[in-house]
């Protein structure tokens, strides 16, 4: 019943469908509907799931999922249309005088970027207006309810608002007064709304901007841009060397227009508690256009540190305490056709080697500059930028630069991806921020079907490191080997008390499809053998289980063999969350 | 040949017969030959003619005719002149009982529509007409499979899927069942999809007749 499609895309564009709907259901109802929903939302897939219950979930203990297409009902399937000026209405009866059109018994206009669906719409033909009530809009995302709505000029204005991501029910809501929606250029303002999850309020937006393509929670800005839903959550609970609970990042609304991202966010976090070296952090970012800031401030046993940014413009003052990094100053771009010339200068102090015997304090002044050079012809694109830097300290030394890196990629059939990198120093920086460390790295990838290969050789380090995955698809998920080697990578770091990362580790595991069914549970598992040390190296699984509204993830992972530097043999318990 | 001898050639004469309600008294005006079988009684004019109601003012014009007095007349590349519009037919047949005209490959013309044209038309004596087959008119634009027209109360009716336009609009009926009521009222043409029962139980008859 709520199943949906995306209709058009943006301009051309996005889709909205609008229908019946009812505004009120009693607790019994809403059950009673939402598992109706369910079954008939996913389609015979989901239905089997849910009929057959257990053992359904026994299968996806082993890692199995469903899914199943989505098929449409589109305005022309409707017995009767009427091409209008405005696009097609439809409905189960029409009465039409010449000048207005009724339609009655189910009725649905589809315009451009518009697909609504009303148990009654009013067309006017003589202003090119049409009138419904009880409305309810639906994209492959959300459904959008109007208590009352018109469209004309292409442009939908509804009030009575309430629109949510959940499948079925609507334990994530956005209540609104207003919506305006313009069907050509597809983009969707709610004005005075409040976000509400299980009815608890929490978050108000004078005028909010939705496109109906894009995930919610982007448009909160609790993603990142081209992920699927994944919400970073503002609420943080899980373990890994001790107990990590507390606020990071949370949204703070604001009066005004929102659009993307909430300007002030708040960190109150307790890391590792339980642990021999839990820390308080409290943080707080700001960001308006051209404007930023953020400052954390942690606590410790072995006493406070903070760090943070504040940019304005060209201005700005970063620091690091930890690393004993100061710096204030201004940088500013400039650019001049193909090339980019960045003059800067800051009053810093860096600690060198990360402690306060090598520290060094003065000042700099100096630009870089860049020249890019890029060339696409059909599927092979190549991109140079060499670069060089020159710096004055307030001392006899001078800093100078120069390296740059020549990429080339073929995107056809196959993939393959090619970069060489390098950097010169005459000699030391003495500041990070405009060090340019001496680099000479070869890397490149090649991708064809289900396999990829990643390597990368640093000719400086002289190691290679290198990354074989191969990959079999079904229609329930992929099954995957990945082999990672680190080649005369032995007594290059000594971090975690050991030098040796060579490396030779093979992981097997399982992605199940992405969950399409309300109350569908997937499992991915994944365990890495280490063939130097003859041992496991990792193992570890993830649940996820799908809802109305959210797919909850909970998992564990543990590193039994690290394997990198960055790596420590631990335990991590992982909680996430989806907005379906 | 034995048909043939009980054929009569007659010269070229005037009629007045009374052949039924719709044709109550009529002339016929042959264009050539009219023939009576003698034994049937059908008279035949093979190069058509005109029979004129003057009664009711139907006239009809056609290239070939043959009719049987009191029963029935049939004609081929046939003109009619009547109170419901008029009509071309490749070919009609008019039966005196029941009182109705059967035409193939129909053309019509009438107050509510213009240039209608239809495979099968079947014209009834309650001036009743229903269209069948590829039914289309220029004005207003329709396309059906099937449309009964009650000329006496200026209401038409489609049946099964079907395109009508109205200025701008264009209505569709998408499904087999499709209905589509049209009322003529003053220049204006309303449509209602949702057609009242007992003018669809009245109508509805008549496309079965077809």
Excluded at chain 1, 57 to 77: H, Y
Excluded at chain 1, 87 to 114: H, I, K, M, P, R
Excluded at chain 1, 496 to 501: A, I, P, S, T, V
């Amino acid at each position: 019943m709520w199943r949906g499609r995306q209709v058009l895309g943006r301009g051309l564009g996005a889709g909205l469908r609008l229908r019946s709907g009812s505004f009120s259901y009693s607790k019994l109802a809403k059950i009673a509907q939402v598992r109706g929903q369910a079954l008939q939302f996913c389609g015979a897939g989901c239905s089997r799931a849910v009929r057959r219950g257990f053992p359904i979930f026994l299968l996806l203990l082993a890692g199995l999922a469903w899914a199943s297409p989505r098929s449409p009902a589109p305005c022309a399937e409707q017995p009767y249309t009427l091409e209008t000026p405005e696009g097609l209405a439809g409905g189960g009866n029409l009465e039409f005088d010449g000048e207005v059109a009724v339609f009655s018994d189910g009725a649905c206009l589809q315009t451009e970027g518009l697909l609504l669906q009303a148990p009654e719409l009013r067309y006017d033909q003589n202003n090119g207006e049409l009138t419904a009530s009880r409305i309810e809009v639906q994209t492959d995302r959300y459904r959008f309810w109007a208590e009352k709505g018109s469209i004309k000029a292409g442009v939908l204005q509804a009030s009575g608002i309430r629109v949510t991501t959940c499948k079925c029910g609507d334990d994530l809501l956005l209540v609104s007064e207003n919506l305006r929606f313009a069907t050509q250029t597809g983009e969707v303002v709610l004005e005075e709304s409040r976000l509400e999850v299980y009815r608890l309020g929490l978050a108000r937006f004078a005028e909010l901007r939705l496109d109906p393509e894009q995930p919610l929670s982007e448009i909160l800005g609790l993603s990142a841009p081209g992920s699927t839903g994944d919400v970073i959550l503002p609420v943080r609970f899980d373990f890994d060397q001790g107990l990590n609970l507390g606020l990071s990042e949370f949204p703070l609304s604001e009066p005004g227009s929102f659009s993307g991202r909430f300007s002030t966010r708040l960190t109150l976090l307790g890391l590792r508690l339980g642990s021999p070296d839990p820390l308080l952090r409290l943080g707080v970012s700001a960001l308006e256009k051209g404007r930023r800031a953020r400052l954390e401030f942690d606590l410790k046993p072995s006493g406070p540190t903070s760090r943070g940014e504040v940019v304005d413009g060209p201005l700005f003052f970063v620091h690091d305490s930890e690393k004993g990094r100061y710096a204030f100053g201004l940088k500013q771009a400039l650019g001049l056709g193909r090339f980019t010339l960045t003059p800067f200068g800051w009053l810093a102090q860096d600690w060198r080697d990360g402690t306060p015997a090598t520290q060094e304090r003065g000042l700099v002044a100096g630009a870089e500059l860049r020249y890019t050079f890029e060339v696409q012809e059909g599927p092979f694109r190549f991109h140079l930028e060499p670069f060089g830097v020159l710096g004055f300290y307030n001392q006899p030394q001078q800093y100078a630069a120069y390296g740059g890196q020549a990429e080339g990629r073929y995107e056809g059939d196959f993939t393959l991806h090619l970069r060489y990198s390098w950097a010169i120093e005459s000699t030391p920086g003495r500041f990070w921020l405009e060090r340019r460390e001496a680099t000479q790295q070869l890397s490149g990838s090649l991708q064809y079907a289900g396999m990829s290969l990643e390597a990368e050789h640093d000719f400086l380090k002289a190691q290679t490191q290198a990354r074989l995955r191969l990959g079999y698809s079904q229609d329930f998920g992929e099954v995957w080997a990945q082999f990672n080697t680190c080649w005369a990578c032995v007594g290059k770091t000594l971090s975690n008390g050991r030098d040796d990362w060579e490396r030779r580790e093979l992981v097997l595991g399982f992605t199940p499809v992405p969950l399409t069914c309300t109350y569908d549970l997937s499992l991915a598992p994944f365990l890495g053998y280490d063939f130097l040390r003859q041992g496991i190296s990792r193992w570890g699984m993830e649940l996820r289980y799908a809802d109305c509204c959210f797919i909850w993830r909970l998992g564990y992972q543990e590193t039994r063999i690290a394997q990198h530097p960055g790596e420590t043999a631990s335990g991590k318990l992982t909680f996430g969350l989806e907005i379906r | 040949m034995d048909g043939m001898k009980r054929w009569l050639v007659l010269l070229p004469l005037l009629l007045a017969v009374v052949l039924a309600s719709r044709f109550a008294g009529f002339e016929v005006k042959p264009r050539g030959n009219s023939e009576l079988d003698i034994g049937t009684g059908v008279y035949t004019l093979p190069t058509g003619g005109t029979i004129t109601d003057n009664k009711s003012g139907l006239v009809l014009e056609a290239r070939y005719i043959q009719y049987r007095d009191g029963d029935f007349i049939r004609a081929r590349e046939a003109t009619l002149k009547s109170r419901e519009g008029d009509f071309s037919a490749a070919s009609l047949e008019y039966q005196q009982k029941p009182d109705t005209l059967r035409m193939n490959g129909v053309r019509f013309g009438s107050k509510q529509f213009k240039g209608i044209t239809a495979q099968q038309g079947l014209l009834f004596k309650e001036d009743v007409l229903v269209l069948k087959g590829e039914v289309r008119s220029s004005d207003p634009l329709l396309e059906a499979g099937l449309l009964v027209v009650d000329t006496s109360k200026d209401q038409a009716l489609v049946l099964g899927a079907f395109t009508f336009r109205d200025g701008a609009t264009t209505l569709r009926g998408n499904r087999p069942d499709s209905t589509l009521l049209l009322n003529f009222e003053g220049g204006k043409v309303r449509a209602i999809t949702r057609v009242p029962p007992e003018v669809f139980n009245r109508l509805r008859p008549y496309a079965d007749k077809l």
